[in-house]
Nanobody, 128 residues
Framework: QVQLVESGGGVVRAGNSLRLSCAAS????????MGWFRQAPGKEREFVST????????DYADSVKGRFTISRDHAKNTVYLQMNSLKPEDTAVYYC?????????????????????WGQGTQVTVSS
């Protein structure tokens, strides 16, 4: 079992930055592919970013490429999502997730179905 707790959300003006954190406890954190997803009101949950268990591989949704950066700190059992140049369309609840799927050291996945543990979410609101 893995428990995930997100933090760092808030209300910011467009163009500003936020850093989300996801603290993990329970099973060995370092063996999990980790991901960030988001869900805006009235919309489906969508993939944002993912990072391999060794941190050597990452992937991003086209809508956030060049603006968001995912990273992980094994010593702190924490995954981060640095969000720069925020836009109003980034407004959503952001969820951290952990996958049990294994595909090699650099495996990443953008499929929500591959993630089995989810945090409670943190709200990000970007005003224009």
């Amino acid at each position: 079992q893995v428990q995930l707790v997100e933090s760092g959300g808030g209300v910011v003006r467009a163009g500003n930055s936020l850093r989300l954190s996801c603290a993990a406890s329970g099973r060995t954190f370092s063996s999990h592919v980790m991901g960030w997803f988001r869900q805006a009101p009235g919309k489906e949950r969508e993939f944002v970013s993912t990072i391999s268990w060794n941190g050597g591989s990452t992937d991003y949704a086209d809508s956030v490429k060049g603006r968001f950066t995912i990273s992980r700190d094994h010593a702190k059992n924490t995954v981060y999502l640095q969000m720069n140049s925020l836009k109003p369309e980034d407004t959503a609840v952001y969820y951290c997730a952990a996958s049990l799927k294994y595909g090699g050291a650099n495996f990443v996945t953008d499929r929500a179905a591959d993630y089995v543990y989810w945090g409670q979410g943190t709200q990000v609101t970007v005003s224009s």
